[in-house]
Nanobody
């Protein structure tokens, strides 16, 4: 069974920064898609960012428009870990953030999920 373990959530003021981490339990994830979704109260789970190592030093990266220029996703294949650096946080970024992983492009139907970590941005 594959497990994804998240950390790094918390409470921050608007304009502040947080860094989320997600570590996978299997080395095969080095070539898989890993990323982040979020779900705010009363809303559907939405895609935030994903990254896939496509060989050598090349990566496929994608972001939802609302976080472009503020969030940066990265991964350390040696540690089976994906990171989400979140800068210039806004109250509307408040949500539970979920790590996801799969062998293809991530969607809300992706196979592996973490337990979620709360991010709260105060105004």
């Amino acid at each position: 069974q594959v497990q994804l373990v998240e950390s790094g959530g918390g409470l921050v003021q608007a304009g502040g920064s947080l860094r989320l981490s997600c570590t996978a339990s299997r080395r095969t994830f080095s070539r898989w898609y890993m990323g982040w979704f979020r779900q705010a109260p009363g809303k559907e789970r939405e895609f935030v960012a994903q990254i896939s190592w496509i060989g050598d030093r090349s990566y496929y990266v994608d972001y939802v428009d609302s976080v472009k220029g503020r969030f940066t996703i990265s991964r350390d294949n040696a540690k089976n870990t994906v990171y989400l650096q979140m800068n210039s946080l806004k109250p509307e970024d408040t949500a539970v953030y979920y790590c996801a992983a799969d062998s293809s492009v991530l969607t809300t139907d992706s196979h592996y999920w973490g337990q979620g970590t709360q991010v709260t941005v105060s105004s």
